[in-house]
Antibody
Framework: QVQLQESGPGLVQPSETLSLTCTVSGGSITGYSWTWIRQSPGTGLEFIGCFPHSGSTYYSPSLRSRASISVDASTTQFSLRLTSLTPADTAVYYCARVNRQVIFSNYYYYMDVWGKGTTVTVSS | DIQMTQSPSSLSASVGDRVSITCRAAQSIDNFLNWYQQKPGKAPQLLISAASNLESGVPSRFSGSGSGTDFTLTISSLHPEDFATYFC??????????FGQGTKVE
């Protein structure tokens, strides 16, 4: 059974860079896409970006200039880097696996395995 | 981004009630629509993909319908463990998925 676990700092200073890691256990990291989602009371659930199983990483237009996602298959980990933090980046950050199903030649994507989430507070 | 709007934002229901939650997309998304359940302090859990495909292990009292811009999540008979917040999410726009604001069932 695949499990995901986020790790990283709980408190970050404004203007600094956030680095989070998601460790994948119980399954393969290859052959799937991997994503980061965040949730705050003010903005709800927000897509940050996705590292696809093939092709280029893509990001939410609002975070594209500050976000970076990478995958290390050798350690079965994938990471999020978010620069120039402000208090508005305070949220619970989730990593998730993106699965897909093919129906009549259409690809349907969905997040079927999630980490428990890690709370990040941006404050001085 | 494709805006997703859920209604109602919250609803009160009792065990055994039939509950319906609506999700509306700002533009047609065919049936590229997923539903998630979230309980306090927990991560969202996938219930339904492709608007109507029940995820393995999800009770059959949950069902999804709709296509284009209007979608519905229905719980045929509410169980105590179903009190939670429900979110819809579009996967039509591959470069930027968006979620509804959530519907709290209490």
């Amino acid at each position: 059974q695949v499990q995901l676990q986020e790790s990283g700092p709980g408190l970050v200073q404004p203007s600094e860079t956030l680095s989070l890691t998601c460790t994948v256990s119980g399954g393969s990291i290859t052959g799937y896409s991997w994503t980061w989602i965040r949730q705050s009371p003010g903005t709800g659930l927000e897509f940050i970006g996705c590292f696809p199983h093939s092709g280029s990483t893509y990001y939410s237009p609002s975070l594209r200039s500050r976000a970076s996602i990478s995958v290390d298959a050798s350690t079965t980990q994938f990471s999020l880097r978010l620069t120039s933090l402000t208090p508005a980046d305070t949220a619970v950050y989730y990593c998730a696996r993106v699965n897909r199903q093919v129906i009549f030649s259409n690809y349907y994507y969905y997040m079927d395995v999630w980490g428990k989430g890690t709370t990040v507070t941006v404050s001085s | 981004d494709i805006q997703m709007t859920q209604s109602p934002s919250s609803l009160s229901a009792s065990v055994g009630d039939r509950v319906s939650i609506t999700c509306r997309a700002a533009q047609s998304i065919d049936n590229f629509l997923n539903w998630y359940q979230q309980k306090p302090g927990k991560a969202p859990q996938l219930l339904i993909s492709a608007a109507s495909n029940l995820e393995s292990g999800v009770p059959s009292r949950f069902s999804g319908s709709g296509s284009g811009t209007d979608f519905t999540l229905t719980i045929s008979s509410l169980h105590p463990e179903d009190f939670a917040t429900y979110f819809c999410q579009q996967s039509y726009s591959l470069l930027s998925w968006t979620f509804g604001q959530g519907t709290k069932v209490e």
